[in-house]
């Protein structure tokens, strides 16, 4: 950011009058953080005052994110919402555990009291003004309030700075836009009164929901090159109805509109992460065929936070380890949760994790304006690096033969390869691959997918079976791709439990590595 957008923003008066104002410096004021994150960070907590989600009605939850983004600026104490059923245990207990921070029972209106902040900004629920007050808590230092909660505020010392109760996402996009970050929005529906309210609030960025209308194609229009939508669009006419304007204007999307906690797990520093189980490349067994199972939508923030870590259909599977799996995650979470992924590092047995679609967001790489893509893949690799990760997924609309794309991102020392998903079906080229810089471009042979012919497990058995035994080959490697909404690991091993003893079960990454070691053409 250049010093003269930050001398503007600090002369329109960013959290002036108001408590946190003499103790969040400028640069923490906007969301800024410091290299080499991508995205806006909290500071550090040391102290965290926990409450049981369910434990707070929906106007004090809206107030508890509010507050929490603002005390995530300057570390300390903050606060924490806990789903005691999800992933969001794991995380606190990891924070306690490895990062030594204090948790307690929390009590709201005394954190409320003890943060210095003296000011909100009146909302009424269910309404547009919630998004409203949410970015302007960021911009104000002030807190949320919805009507029902103001005499209460007022009781507890607070003074209304704003009444937006009557404005919506347009007023403030056309009142407030200068004063806002340009690389990072929300998109989150009214309806929803505290997922994701900390991030917009700590980052000082615009929250907004308008379903695919010409004002969402302004906001995402609006935003830098390689610009970051966090959290989902209006998904009723398809995901490519919003993730399409996105990539043609060059902005990516984090599907991330459950999640909680981001601007207290982002606090967290983790310079570089190495995932724990090897990657060694095997001998090629010329009688072989090889083949990896990986599942579907890795990019998704708020299911990595929430139940992929617990459910026994994923991650928290009693029966994985038994054979290599391949897993999708967003390398953003070296900067927005790093705590997270180190612990997923942590816990995999015989896991190895490759970049979800389509790189640092899901966006469509043929669509995105060259100048985009190439800052998108530059940043991307950065994140890899640090990340300790070496293969993507692309979903992309018959894109496949564009090698021009695809040396954007493999033209990066940090990629090994990618694995090419055509957006329907996944598996439409059945295993072609074509090359980019000397590396591999690898699309799906099959997939498990339930309802969908010739993608239950006694067909995919059965073709992989009977493919091609030759590893140097292309035709001597299969990837099988997993619906994570319809598939299980359990499905994944009845799979494995039919293989022939010539089809011999790798990690995802270790394929595209043997591909573009043993099979060039």
Known sequence: MSDRRLSRRHALGLTAGLGLAATVSPSLAFGAAPAPSAYPTGQRPQLLNVFDESSLSLPERTLATTLQGLLARRGGESLYLNLPGLGYQHWLDDLVARYGVRARTGDLWKTVSRSGVRGYVLFRAGTPSVNVATTLAGVTGAVAIEESLEALAIRNGLRKVLDVRDKDDRWVFETYWPRLRHDVVVEQRADIPERLRDYVTM?????????????????????????????????????????GVNSATGVKALPADHARNLSVLSGIRED???????????????????????????????WALGDFPTDPRWFGSPRRGEVDLGWGISPSLIDLAPSVMRWFYDQSRKDRWVVGPSGGGYMYPSRYPSAALDKHTASLAQAMGRSDLSVAQI?????????????????????????????????????????????????????????????????????????????????????????????????????????????????????????????KP
């Open 203 to 243: 980052a000082a960025a615009l929250a907004f929901f308008d379903g695919n209308s010409e004002f969402r194609a302004g906001v995402v229009g609006a935003l830098d090159d390689d610009g970051t939508v966090i959290g989902w669009g209006d998904a009723s006419a398809g995901e490519d109805a919003f993730i």
């Open 395 to 519: 979903i992309d609309f018959d894109a496949f033969e564009n090698t021009r794309l695809w040396s954007s991102y493999l033209k990066r020392p940090e990629i090994d390869g990618l694995i090419y998903l055509e957006y329907s079906r996944y598996d439409g080229l059945k295993g072609k691959v074509v090359w980019s810089e000397g590396k591999p471009v690898i699309s799906a042979r099959t997939m498990l997918w339930e309802g969908l012919d010739g993608a239950d497990e006694a067909s995919v058995t059965a073709e992989l079976n009977t493919a091609t035994r030759n590893p140097f080959s292309t035709a001597g490697y299969s990837i099988v791709v997993w619906h994570a909404w319809s598939k299980s690991v359990d499905d994944v091993l009845t799979v494995v439990d039919g293989l022939a003893p010539h089809v011999k079960v790798i990690p995802p990454d270790t394929l595209v590595r043997m591909v573009g070691k043993h099979a």
């Open 272 to 302: 570089r992460l190495t995932q724990q189980v090897s990657a060694k490349l095997p001998e090629p067994d010329p009688d072989a065929h090889y083949v990896s199972f990986l599942i579907t939508d890795g990019d998704n923030i708020q």
